[in-house]
């Protein structure tokens, strides 16, 4: 229980040793003082909360954010000093804001924990007490022996003790963690791999020694030391003896494996970074604003200390007549007194600070993020899977993503190749129904016939199937049967049971097409290779094998044929294969290779030689001799493979395409219009990650690929970059990628970073090829961490994708065949990549906006609020009493103006989707947080004040003037008495901004919905009837009632509803005014698009569709004819241009009706849609 309370409070010392013991079924030694060693748990933890830390630990990330901070200081110091607001005035609107944001950030956690469980409580098969047993992935403990079946994924990194195999090998695939597709043959120790039923593994006494976890995909150095007959067997352990958590078992029926490294210490779970609490670049931003305020608010409060002290100077004005001081009073330290004062004014003014904001952006956030899960375009009818947020805290980071890394297997590509065309003696052909069809020919041609394929071509057809390390899986039983024909099963079962596993995608497609063109490869055991060439089965001998590397870039094989000769079949790249060439028709072939690639296929080139007996023997001479060199193995093979890989004739070539998903390039293309920058960073090879990325048009075939490859020492490395740079400004003109492998990469980050960035940056594309996960991670922080900082986007789909999705500052997880850990640590998860462009062109466009509306029309509302209370202190000798009544105060962020502003973030369009969608160059218009700049800033700021002025000096004026105020508070007017003191100036000043808030908002909005008029004017109406009800009614509740019937009389009076009138045209007249000048002077690129949205000659004049109601009636006012006379869209001399079309026009339920944009602002034509 104490080790479980460290654990969960983060106290759990780290492991005492260099290497941990693991005792194979936990079978400790049973003598002397054994302590075992302490070992993580299987469970996987990507939440946040446990439910012991969740309201300590949220309280404290809500309290670092500096309003909820603030207002906790302002609410602690009204219940210790007396100051002119009550307490609840600050504590009911914290309260409903942290209230608010825990319930969100608790419910998204909790879908954490919902996704973990799933993980955590798999079903997993473990060997206990002589029995398999059942249990959930959590229970794993380390020394465990656990069994997995064909096509699952291994629950924790596990030492392989044996497999259903008889050699003890077994086949995976490690997609999920570095996104290779290709087979991968692990082993097991000899002594542990007889061990294939429950009885012999829980008679085995072994134990394993091993490093501590690290995060190293491809280290692992150990040792297992197996008992057998009283004597000590040691056999040492690499990583090709360890199965990795996450990857997943193929062509294998099943495995046993003892549990080495488990949970959040297994090398996948090492991978992932810590997952921090992400903040985006408005929030960022709205703290700033904030702390502006928080200086504004304390200059005014000092500002008012110190005037009120000069004020009462004079005597008369310290202590008049009617408020002695008490004696406490007049003794009190003047210090003490001071900071008295200056708290009241603080919390007279705290207002100017927006509690409310937060709590409004947490609800647009959660509320908002359900629009992408319902979004149809980003639903993917195939896999039946919606788009999903994570997180809804970045959002509106959608809107200002600069640069995009993404990974290539997976997330670009579907993961599948496919033959396209192949080059066979000079000529072209291409696979049509299962025929080889040449070049010209018609598909349907009665001389197209794949059987009588000779020579050359049933040469280049047999080198496919036979040059290659592909593996063959049967739903049958296994062809190693003991005293049976190894290759019955090609007579016993049809070739639809076989299926093909290759290291290479490339050799499974080439040995696919080869088997639906005729010659099959039906199997190998041994080292017997069979064929099926067009019924007939033909046995082939290996020989040898010439293993593929990154220099020579080339494989071969040298086979026994049937009729006793001795054959060499290679191939290999373009560049590794012609020069070697001497015969055969190498350059119509170099020119067919040149038109593949052009198309963005893969290519390889397939080429044989014939040996003589003479020549053979040679060659196996030398090959024996290499092989068992002990000084310089590797060189003397390399020397023997170039001698023998020469003098080859050339058979032809192959074009293979990795299937693209589609709209993979549109995508690309249309992020790059948005100016967003795409990287791609992938654990493949050089050369198949280049082809992709002139498929996909990552790379343009106009474009100049630069090289950083293969740097072995720091200066080696910074003299390329040098080189690279100054090519780069030679070539200013051309456009450039980089292609940059891992090795490289780390070189360059550990000294040249500054030099590695300005390469980048000048390139316009950059392709990273052989990236450990944790390599990209880096990548991804050193823009971030940029002098820039630009807003970075990570995609990818497998867990070697975790690291980088949480580093950048979005990470989007696809939906792919690879597991789902990509998906559980991303922020946002979609199901194809082409989604990508709608979520980012459309939705973030969307987000953004709003929230930056947000922000700044909430800071202008609270400006317009306090700064009359604040020139209200003039006219009451700074004796801090309220203009407004401390329910307004409470109501006025909470109840009054909260609603409009809640739907207008939820709902407004600026542009049409389609016309973002189709127009990726609008994404430049809010790029770099333009719409939350400082100026946009102080624009917003500046307005508040005039606003404020306007509304306080504006009542003052209209009200004040022709009157006497009468002791007893009453203003006598010539015909009658009418109640005018401090709370009804006060309610007028309120009322006026109630009003004129709600408007600007509406002048603000684009897209007006139903939900949009009902809160707007509802807000307005609802103010009226509470104030009413509120001032209208004796509440016995309450001990005092100062409002008791001054809106009723203050409603009562004309000159007050005329003065509201008079104030609002006088507030939002000029503002109407530059809008409709700025729009038609100096209009954007935005609003450039809004006015393309519908067709000239059906457009409808917003001012028009303003006043559209549903059964085809319209409401045309002589404003709206005004205005557009104003902005030149009516002549003059038309009278009755309005009056015509209003009468003329109404709208059916099928036609068209310009909604999209109806601002009374606009006044231009918009997008079409059904009213």
Same mark, same amino acid.
């Given at each position: 229980?104490?080790?479980?309370?460290?654990?969960?409070?983060?106290?759990?010392? =780290?492991?005492?040793?260099?290497?941990?013991?693991?005792?194979?079924?936990?079978?400790?030694?049973?003598?002397?003082?054994?302590?075992?060693?302490?070992?993580?748990?299987?469970?996987?933890?990507?939440?946040?909360?446990?439910?012991?830390?969740?309201?300590?630990?949220?309280?404290?990330?809500?309290?670092?954010?500096?309003?909820?901070?603030?207002?906790?200081?302002?609410?602690? #110091?009204?219940?210790?000093?007396?100051?002119?607001?009550?307490?609840?005035?600050?504590?009911?609107?914290?309260?409903?804001?942290?209230?608010?944001?825990?319930?969100?950030?608790?419910?998204?956690?909790?879908?954490?924990?919902?996704?973990?469980?799933?993980?955590?409580?798999?079903?997993?098969?473990?060997?206990?007490?002589?029995?398999?047993?059942?249990?959930?992935?959590?229970?794993?403990?380390?020394?465990?022996?656990?069994?997995?079946?064909?096509?699952?994924?291994?629950?924790?990194?596990?030492?392989? /003790?044996?497999?259903?195999?008889?050699?003890?090998?077994?086949?995976?695939?490690?997609? *999920?963690?570095?996104?290779?597709?290709?087979?991968?043959?692990?082993?097991?120790?000899?002594?542990?791999?007889?061990?294939?039923?429950?009885?012999?593994?829980?008679?085995?006494?072994?134990?394993?020694?091993?490093?501590?976890?690290?995060?190293? $995909?491809?280290?692992?150095?150990?040792?297992?030391?197996?008992?057998?007959?009283?004597?000590?067997?040691?056999?040492?352990?690499?990583?090709?003896?360890?199965?990795?958590?996450?990857?997943?078992?193929?062509?294998?029926?099943?495995?046993?494996?003892?549990?080495?490294?488990?949970?959040?210490?297994?090398?996948?779970?090492?991978?992932?970074?810590?997952?921090?609490?992400?903040?985006?670049?408005?929030?960022?931003?709205?703290?700033?604003?904030?702390?502006?305020?928080?200086?504004?608010?304390?200059?005014?409060?000092?500002?008012?200390?110190?005037?009120?002290?000069?004020?009462?100077?004079?005597?008369?004005?310290?202590?008049?007549?009617?408020?002695?001081?008490?004696?406490?009073?007049?003794?009190? *330290?003047?210090?003490?007194?001071?900071?008295?004062?200056?708290?009241?004014?603080? @919390?007279?003014?705290?207002?100017?600070?927006?509690?409310?904001?937060?709590?409004?952006?947490?609800?647009?956030?959660?509320?908002?993020?359900? %629009?992408?899960?319902?979004?149809?375009?980003?639903?993917?009818?195939?896999?039946?899977?919606?788009?999903?947020?994570?997180?809804?805290?970045?959002?509106?980071?959608?809107?200002? @993503?600069?640069?995009?890394?993404?990974?290539?297997?997976?997330?670009?590509?579907?993961?599948?190749?496919?033959?396209?065309?192949?080059?066979?003696?000079?000529?072209?052909?291409?696979?049509?129904?299962?025929?080889?069809? =040449?070049?010209?020919?018609?598909?349907?041609?009665?001389?197209?016939?794949?059987?009588?394929?000779?020579?050359?071509?049933?040469? %280049?057809?047999?080198?496919?199937?036979?040059?290659?390390?592909?593996?063959?899986?049967?739903?049958?039983?296994?062809?190693?049967?003991?005293?049976?024909? =190894?290759?019955?099963?090609?007579?016993?079962?049809?070739?639809?049971?076989?299926?093909?596993?290759?290291?290479?995608?490339?050799?499974?497609?080439?040995?696919?097409?080869?088997?639906?063109?005729?010659?099959?490869?039906?199997?190998?055991?041994?080292?017997?290779?069979?064929?099926?060439?067009?019924?007939?089965?033909?046995?082939?001998?290996?020989?040898?094998?010439?293993?593929?590397?990154?220099?020579?870039?080339?494989?071969?094989?040298?086979?026994?044929?049937?009729?006793?000769?001795?054959?060499?079949?290679?191939?290999?790249?373009?560049? *590794?294969? $012609?020069?070697?060439?001497?015969?055969?028709?190498?350059?119509?072939?170099?020119?067919?290779?040149?038109?593949?690639?052009?198309?963005?296929?893969?290519?390889?080139?397939?080429?044989?030689?014939?040996?003589?007996?003479?020549?053979?023997?040679?060659?196996?001479?030398?090959?024996?001799?290499?092989?068992?060199?002990?000084?310089?193995?590797?060189?003397?093979?390399?020397?023997?493979?170039?001698?023998?890989?020469?003098?080859?004739?050339?058979?032809?070539?192959?074009?293979?395409?990795?299937?693209?998903?589609?709209?993979?390039?549109?995508?690309?293309?249309?992020?790059?219009?948005?100016?967003?920058?795409?990287? #791609? $960073?992938?654990?493949?090879?050089?050369?198949?990650?280049?082809?992709?990325? /002139?498929?996909?048009?990552?790379?343009?075939?106009?474009?100049?690929?630069?090289?950083?490859?293969?740097?072995?020492?720091?200066?080696?490395?910074?003299?390329?970059?040098?080189?690279?740079?100054?090519?780069?400004?030679?070539?200013?003109?051309?456009?450039?990628?980089?292609?940059?492998?891992?090795?490289?990469?780390?070189?360059?980050?550990?000294?040249?970073?500054?030099?590695?960035?300005?390469?980048?940056?000048?390139?316009?594309?950059?392709?990273?090829?052989?990236?450990?996960?944790?390599?990209?991670?880096?990548?991804?922080?050193?823009?971030?961490?940029?002098?820039?900082?630009?807003?970075?986007?990570?995609?990818?789909?497998?867990?070697?994708?975790?690291?980088?999705?949480?580093?950048?500052?979005?990470?989007?997880?696809?939906?792919?065949?690879?597991?789902?850990?990509?998906?559980?640590?991303?922020?946002?998860?979609?199901?194809?990549?082409?989604?990508?462009?709608?979520?980012?062109?459309?939705?973030?466009?969307?987000?953004?906006?709003?929230?930056?509306?947000?922000?700044?029309?909430?800071?202008?509302?609270?400006?317009?609020?306090?700064?009359?209370?604040?020139?209200?202190?003039?006219?009451?000798?700074?004796?801090?009493?309220?203009?407004?009544?401390?329910?307004?105060?409470?109501?006025?962020?909470?109840?009054?103006?909260?609603?409009?502003?809640?739907?207008?973030?939820?709902?407004?369009?600026?542009?049409?989707?389609?016309?973002?969608?189709?127009?990726?160059?609008?994404?430049?218009?809010?790029?770099?947080?333009?719409?939350?700049?400082?100026?946009?800033?102080?624009?917003?700021?500046?307005?508040?004040?005039?606003?404020?002025?306007?509304?306080?000096?504006?009542?003052?004026?209209?009200?004040?003037?022709?009157?006497?105020?009468?002791?007893?508070? !009453?203003?006598?007017?010539?015909?009658? !008495?009418?109640?005018?003191?401090?709370?009804?100036?006060?309610?007028?000043?309120?009322?006026?901004?109630?009003?004129? #808030?709600?408007?600007? $908002?509406?002048?603000?909005?684009?897209?007006?919905?139903?939900?949009?008029?009902?809160?707007?004017?509802?807000?307005?109406?609802?103010? %009226?009837? %509470?104030?009413?009800?509120?001032?209208?009614?004796?509440?016995?509740?309450?001990?005092?009632?100062?409002?008791?019937?001054?809106?009723?009389?203050?409603?009562?009076?004309?000159?007050?509803?005329?003065?509201?009138?008079?104030?609002?045209?006088?507030?939002?007249?000029?503002?109407?005014?530059?809008?409709?000048?700025?729009?038609?002077?100096?209009?954007?690129?935005?609003?450039?698009?809004?006015?393309?949205?519908?067709?000239?000659?059906?457009?409808?004049?917003?001012?028009?569709?303003?006043?559209?109601?549903?059964?085809?009636?319209?409401?045309?006012?002589?404003?709206?004819?005004?205005?557009? !006379?104003?902005?030149?869209?009516?002549?003059?001399?038309?009278?009755?241009?309005?009056?015509?079309?209003?009468?003329?026009?109404?709208?059916?339920?099928?036609?068209?009706?310009?909604?999209?944009?109806?601002?009374?602002?606009?006044?231009?034509?918009?997008?079409?849609?059904?009213?």
């Amino acid at each position: 229980m104490l080790r479980w309370i460290r654990q969960q409070l983060g106290f759990d010392p =780290p492991h005492q040793s260099d290497t941990r013991t693991v005792y194979v079924a936990n079978r400790f030694p049973q003598h002397g003082h054994y302590i075992p060693q302490r070992f993580a748990d299987n469970r996987i933890i990507s939440s946040k909360y446990t439910i012991w830390n969740f309201v300590p630990k949220n309280l404290f990330e809500q309290f670092r954010r500096i309003a909820n901070f603030y207002f906790l200081i302002i609410f602690l #110091v009204q219940l210790m000093i007396d100051t002119p607001t009550s307490p609840v005035t600050s504590g009911l609107p914290l309260f409903f804001v942290i209230t608010v944001t825990a319930i969100k950030q608790g419910y998204e956690d909790w879908l954490r924990h919902k996704a973990d469980n799933e993980v955590n409580g798999a079903p997993v098969f473990v060997v206990r007490s002589g029995s398999l047993v059942q249990t959930r992935s959590k229970n794993i403990r380390v020394g465990d022996i656990v069994r997995v079946a064909k096509d699952e994924t291994f629950p924790a990194d596990l030492a392989l /003790l044996s497999s259903d195999r008889a050699d003890g090998t077994c086949h995976i695939t490690t997609a *999920s963690l570095d996104g290779e597709t290709n087979l991968k043959t692990h082993f097991s120790v000899p002594e542990t791999s007889v061990c294939q039923s429950v009885s012999q593994l829980e008679a085995l006494q072994a134990v394993v020694e091993c490093q501590q976890p690290e995060a190293d $995909l491809y280290r692992f150095v150990g040792r297992v030391t197996i008992t057998q007959h009283g004597e000590e067997i040691v056999r040492p352990l690499g990583p090709e003896n360890l199965l990795l958590r996450g990857a997943r078992l193929k062509n294998t029926k099943e495995i046993f494996g003892v549990a080495v490294y488990t949970g959040m210490e297994s090398k996948m779970a090492l991978n992932y970074k810590c997952k921090s609490q992400k903040r985006s670049a408005v929030e960022k931003s709205m703290n700033t604003f904030l702390i502006i305020y928080l200086v504004i608010l304390l200059f005014e409060a000092v500002l008012s200390t110190i005037l009120k002290y000069a004020w009462q100077a004079e005597d008369k004005w310290d202590e008049p007549f009617y408020n002695q001081k008490t004696e406490q009073e007049r003794n009190s *330290s003047p210090i003490l007194k001071f900071i008295s004062d200056f708290l009241a004014f603080l @919390v007279l003014y705290n207002f100017i600070i927006p509690i409310s904001l937060y709590v409004t952006v947490e609800m647009q956030k959660f509320l908002g993020s359900f %629009f992408i899960g319902w979004d149809l375009d980003l639903y993917h009818e195939e896999s039946d899977q919606k788009a999903q947020v994570n997180t809804s805290d970045l959002n509106e980071e959608l809107g200002q @993503v600069e640069y995009v890394f993404t990974d290539k297997t997976g997330t670009l590509t579907e993961n599948e190749m496919q033959f396209r065309e192949c080059s066979i003696n000079g000529t072209k052909y291409r696979e049509v129904n299962g025929k080889l069809v =040449p070049e010209g020919m018609m598909d349907d041609s009665p001389d197209v016939s794949t059987a009588h394929l000779m020579g050359e071509e049933l040469l %280049f057809l047999k080198a496919v199937s036979l040059c290659h390390t592909v593996q063959i899986s049967y739903d049958a039983p296994d062809c190693l049967v003991v005293g049976g024909d =190894p290759f019955s099963h090609a007579n016993g079962f049809s070739s639809s049971h076989m299926e093909y596993y290759a290291s290479s995608p490339d050799e499974k497609a080439l040995v696919e097409a080869a088997k639906r063109i005729g010659v099959a490869f039906t199997g190998s055991c041994g080292d017997v290779m069979e064929i099926k060439t067009f019924g007939k089965f033909e046995k082939y001998k290996l020989l040898h094998v010439l293993e593929f590397d990154a220099d020579r870039r080339r494989m071969s094989v040298i086979l026994d044929t049937p009729s006793g000769g001795k054959v060499l079949f290679t191939k290999g790249a373009e560049s *590794s294969i $012609l020069p070697f060439t001497s015969s055969g028709e190498i350059e119509k072939t170099r020119l067919h290779v040149d038109e593949f690639a052009l198309k963005g296929l893969r290519t390889l080139v397939v080429a044989c030689r014939h040996f003589s007996p003479e020549e053979y023997a040679d060659v196996d001479k030398r090959l024996t001799a290499a092989r068992t060199a002990l000084q310089q193995r590797e060189e003397k093979l390399q020397e023997t493979f170039t001698y023998i890989e020469r003098d080859l004739h050339l058979l032809g070539a192959t074009g293979v395409e990795d299937k693209l998903q589609d709209k993979v390039q549109e995508t690309i293309e249309a992020l790059r219009l948005a100016g967003i920058k795409v990287w #791609v $960073l992938t654990g493949d090879k050089h050369e198949t990650a280049v082809s992709v990325s /002139l498929s996909c048009g990552h790379f343009h075939r106009t474009m100049n690929i630069l090289e950083l490859l293969q740097q072995r020492s720091d200066n080696e490395c910074a003299e390329q970059l040098r080189r690279l740079a100054r090519r780069i400004k030679e070539d200013h003109v051309i456009q450039h990628g980089l292609v940059v492998d891992g090795a490289s990469l780390s070189l360059a980050l550990r000294e040249h970073e500054k030099l590695f960035m300005e390469v980048c940056k000048n390139c316009s594309a950059v392709l990273c090829c052989r990236m450990a996960p944790l390599q990209k991670a880096k990548v991804v922080r050193l823009f971030k961490t940029s002098p820039e900082k630009p807003i970075t986007l990570a995609i990818g789909d497998g867990a070697n994708d975790v690291s980088m999705i949480q580093e950048a500052h979005v990470g989007i997880g696809i939906m792919g065949k690879e597991g789902r850990q990509a998906v559980r640590n991303s922020d946002y998860a979609i199901a194809r990549f082409r989604f990508l462009s709608k979520l980012l062109l459309v939705h973030g466009h969307f987000y953004y906006i709003r929230i930056a509306t947000l922000v700044q029309y909430f800071f202008y509302k609270n400006v317009c609020f306090i700064t009359p209370q604040f020139l209200y202190q003039f006219f009451c000798l700074f004796s801090q009493q309220t203009l407004y009544d401390s329910v307004y105060l409470t109501l006025y962020n909470i109840c009054f103006t909260s609603l409009p502003i809640l739907v207008y973030s939820l709902f407004e369009q600026l542009v049409h989707p389609h016309v973002l969608q189709s127009k990726p160059g609008l994404y430049r218009d809010i790029s770099k947080n333009s719409l939350l700049s400082f100026r946009t800033f102080l624009y917003w700021t500046l307005l508040g004040f005039c606003h404020a002025f306007i509304f306080f000096f504006g009542c003052y004026i209209l009200m004040g003037e022709d009157t006497t105020l009468m002791g007893n508070g !009453q203003i006598l007017r010539a015909n009658r !008495q009418l109640m005018f003191g401090n709370w009804t100036f006060g309610t007028l000043v309120f009322t006026v901004m109630v009003i004129t #808030v709600t408007l600007k $908002l509406a002048l603000e909005t684009h897209f007006w919905t139903w939900m949009n008029h009902f809160v707007t004017w509802g807000s307005i109406a609802f103010y %009226f009837i %509470f104030s009413l009800f509120y001032g209208g009614i004796i509440w016995p509740f309450l001990h005092t009632q100062d409002m008791y019937f001054v809106f009723v009389q203050l409603l009562s009076s004309g000159s007050a509803w005329f003065a509201i009138i008079i104030i609002v045209i006088t507030c939002l007249f000029p503002d109407v005014i530059k809008k409709v000048l700025y729009r038609h002077l100096q209009p954007t690129s935005t609003q450039k698009s809004q006015s393309l949205s519908a067709p000239p000659a059906q457009a409808l004049s917003c001012v028009e569709s303003l006043c559209c109601y549903q059964h085809g009636q319209s409401g045309c006012s002589r404003l709206a004819v005004f205005l557009e !006379q104003m902005t030149g869209q009516c002549k003059a001399n038309t009278n009755n241009c309005h009056a015509s079309s209003c009468s003329n026009r109404s709208w059916g339920d099928t036609e068209n009706f310009y909604s999209n944009d109806r601002s009374i602002l606009t006044l231009s034509p918009v997008e079409a849609s059904h009213c």
